[in-house]
């Protein structure tokens, strides 16, 4: 009787311990499914179901927000798009504006797209303004899609004496005495640096546009001087610079030229509208308009070879 108890006390403990394995099979089975299908649920399951391949995902989920990302999974693969996130001055919000862009202008390079859009170049001229932010001191931006108010209070103004300029130019006060640094240093190296305009009121700027405007017509009036509102000589942070004899025809070909190519930087100012950046900036070359920005941004922006538009859109307003 002992031994037929004892069979069946071990035929049930078998049953047992088949029963638990069989629950540990059919849970583990449960949760792999279930983790499997909350994988199918995730960004990139649906990213690699797309077409992208790993690597660009791990890429897109990086640099893009949910939103941007529910958006992709809803069309078809876009095969430049790493040749868009990988641009080195990429901004996350700009990144419809890019590919929306590119689709309307495909010969454009990468590179340019990523600029046009982050100055809000891909716009008209003039066309969603807004009020320039007058907090950021002498790095604020004045261009043709952030404009100064009439009353803008550029602070303090200085007078230049005749040792620095042609007639009577001022400059906001940070500004002038880099100017005077910067000249008495080139007058060192036997460079002469003469100004021939600098701090402008709104209504001053006012007038040297409508005069363009009559004489020139709008297409040239806007190529080359801004309306008023939109010029940085309302900062007081602009200087034409030029030395004794010097026209602008000819400025880029001369010894003062390549002095403050080589030197500006150094004292807080940059070339502001360099060329080739027409299409960034709104105007024609000028080699002998430099903007006071402050020494480290000055660097930056000579080193790295962009607009100052360039760098307030990715250092400043990102």
């Known amino acids: 009787m002992a031994s037929k108890k004892k069979f069946r006390l071990k035929k049930k403990f078998r049953r047992l311990i088949l029963y638990i394995i069989l629950i540990v099979i059919a849970v583990s089975f449960g949760i792999n499914r279930y983790k499997l299908y909350k994988y199918h649920q995730t960004y990139e399951y649906k990213l690699l179901e797309v077409g992208y391949t790993e690597e660009v995902v791990d890429d897109l989920q990086d640099k893009l927000d949910d939103k941007q990302i529910s958006k992709l999974i809803e069309t078809d693969k876009i095969d430049y798009i790493t040749e868009i996130i990988d641009q080195k001055y990429f901004l996350q919000k700009n990144f419809e504006a890019y590919l929306e862009y590119y689709e309307e202008n495909s010969k454009k390079s990468f590179e340019d ?33 952030n404009l100064l108010s009439e009353d803008f ?8 004496s005749s040792t620095y ?10 500004c002038y005495f880099a100017f005077i640094e910067m000249a008495d240093a080139a007058k060192k190296d036997g460079i002469t640096l003469i100004l021939t305009s600098g ?10 546009y409508n005069d363009m405007l009559k004489s020139k017509g709008q297409t040239y009036a806007d190529a080359y001087a801004a309306r008023a509102g939109a010029s940085e000589h309302e900062t007081g942070l602009a200087l034409d610079i030029f030395s004794y004899g010097e026209t602008t025809d000819t400025f880029e070909t001369t010894d ?20 080739d950046k027409e299409y960034l900036t709104g105007y024609k070359p000028e080699s002998w308009h430099y903007r006071y920005v402050g020494v480290e941004t000055a660097k930056k922006i000579m080193e790295e070879g962009i607009t100052f538009d360039e760098y307030y859109a990715y250092y400043i307003d990102k």
């Open 256 to 275: 003062t030229y390549a002095w403050l190519i080589e030197h500006c930087a150094e004292y807080g100012f940059i070339l502001r509208y360099p060329n």
């Open 165 to 174: 300029a042609y007639g009577e130019v001022s400059a906001e006060e940070t």
């Open 199 to 208: 701090y402008r009121t709104y209504e001053k700027q006012e007038t040297l």
């Open 113 to 145: 797209v990523i600029a046009i859009v982050n100055v809000g170049a891909n716009k008209e001229w003039y066309t969603d303004t807004k009020d320039a932010d007058t907090s950021k001191g002498y790095l604020i931006l004045a261009n043709k899609f």
């Open 153 to 160: 209070d550029a602070g303090n103004i200085k007078t230049f």
